[in-house]
């Protein structure tokens, strides 16, 4: 085995994800994780600050809504721009479908892992409200918009999640917010 191997954080998550996928969250160690990587604790710990952040990826997917978000034109009403991001967002779980759905069956199965979750999609909402902010989007339109769009998205995510057959992310995330459009009189 070589000394050093690249990519210690993305072992370190795939070890983790098999290990709670084969034992259970509650059954698994940090000292597990880290020996399934071939890596060592300390490294663990260089990368997550426990082992639920394993399963979060620090700010990830809040940067890559407000990345979209800014390539979205400004004169775009709140509302479709937080659509159009969290769409363009979205195609990046396409191709890691199992993966997403192998780690979203392990946080179901965990009360502080859904709580962990929410506070993560919480994050994402404010961070979208203060980027419409930016925009010049007032309140409270700005945290509105942001918080529906996290909602739509966290809906149309489950979705994707227990389709059985082949789906699209983006897809159902454009269906939801049609659906919640037609919810709202004149929209």
Known sequence: ????????????????????????????????????????????????????EVLFPANALQEAVVAALTDVPDDTAPLDAVSAALQSTAEGFQERRDTVRRRQAVITAHAELQERELIKLASVAAALADALRLRG???PHASLAAEAGVAVFKTAFQRWVDESGPADLPQFVRDTFEALGTMVPGR
């Open 1 to 52: 085995m070589a000394r050093w191997e690249p990519n210690a954080r993305g072992r370190l998550e795939q070890a983790a994800l098999e290990l709670y996928s084969e034992r259970g969250f509650d059954a698994t160690t940090v000292k597990e994780i880290a020996q399934r990587a071939g890596l060592t604790e300390r490294t663990f710990f260089r990368h997550f600050a426990d082992k639920r």
């Open 137 to 139: 989007v007032a309140e």
